[in-house]
């Protein structure tokens, strides 16, 4: 019912900086809450970002926390993650999500999801 497209990604040194975009479809985006989640290789789905209907809160893994920033344009049907000071440990695969009545750090609870953009950061 909601297709989720990321774009963004790329290869970037330890230090930098990336902008990623998902862009939904469907009439209802303001109503989700929206999420970020990353998987690298050999590892679980972890947490990254999540953020309320509204914008008006925002949840943050503890690692990235100070560092990333996840903002929504619902005009635009856009949720948005920058990704600054990165380190070679946030090298994966970034998911876009859309849940709702969920608890915003699990990522069982979404109902929807994107087909990942790779992010690579090199050391």
């Known amino acids: 019912q909601v297709q989720l497209v990321e774009s963004g990604g790329g290869l970037v040194q330890a230090g930098g900086s990336l902008g990623l975009s998902c862009a939904a479809s469907?009439?209802?985006?303001?109503?989700?809450?929206m999420g970020w989640f990353r998987q690298a290789p050999g590892k679980e789905r972890d947490f990254v970002a999540a953020?309320?209907?509204?914008?008006?809160?925002?949840y943050y893994a503890d690692s990235v926390k100070g560092r990333f920033t996840i903002s929504r344009d619902n005009a635009k049907n856009t949720v948005y993650l920058q990704l600054n000071s990165l380190k070679p440990e946030d090298s994966a695969v970034y998911y876009c999500a859309a849940g709702v009545l969920i608890d915003p750090r699990v990522g069982s609870g979404y109902r929807y999801w994107g087909q990942g953009t790779q992010v690579t950061v090199s050391s």
């Open positions: 469907g009439r209802t985006f303001s109503t989700y809450i």
């Open positions: 953020i309320t209907g509204s914008g008006g809160i925002t």
